[in-house]
């Protein structure tokens, strides 16, 4: 037995390349599923108290999500759906999320947060509070252990109305995203 392997791809056996080693011994994996998505337009929250999602008629929202993965964002493998704006795990694994957003409108209480499919959740703080102090952004980065087909999606809860940024064809202010660790 050798004890060094020297290889610079190692592919999964219908041919796909699923490792890449560089001669710098650099590691690729070109099929991680992986997305980052912004948020296109300004979205209004008007719902007195609560949470919401970030899509459809669960929204508790008056304008649109749009998440968009235009002007720098990606989706690698599709696992990602701007139908749903939510991210499903195509296999078991452990993933990592992070999102950033940035409130257009004064306010108070402005709090969101991961979801996943089983409840589990991972918070941003306020992003204006009570007293008039203006904190403009919102991020967190979290992890969850998923099973496949299991998701993560992007929820809001407020107290008062407020106005989370778009990007009006940009990439980088109200936005977030997520991959596969491993």
Known sequence: MASTLKVNEIQ?????AALNISSGGV???PNRPAFACHLETTVPLTTANGWGNTYGSESASSGAWDWNITHGGYNIGGHWSD???????PVAGLYSFTFSM????????VTFRLQNSNGHSRY?????????????ASSATGQF???ANEYVDLQVGYARSN????DSGGFGRSWWSGYLIG
């Open 163 to 166: 106005s989370v940024e778009g």
């Open 83 to 89: 139908s749903s704006n939510r991210f499903t795990a």
């Open 12 to 16: 999964h056996t219908g041919g796909t």
């Open 145 to 147: 252990l998923l099973a």
């Open 27 to 29: 590691t690729v994996m």
């Open 124 to 136: 941003a703080g306020t992003n204006f509070d009570s007293a008039g102090h203006n904190v403009t």
């Open 102 to 109: 940035v409130m257009a409108a004064a306010g108070s209480n």
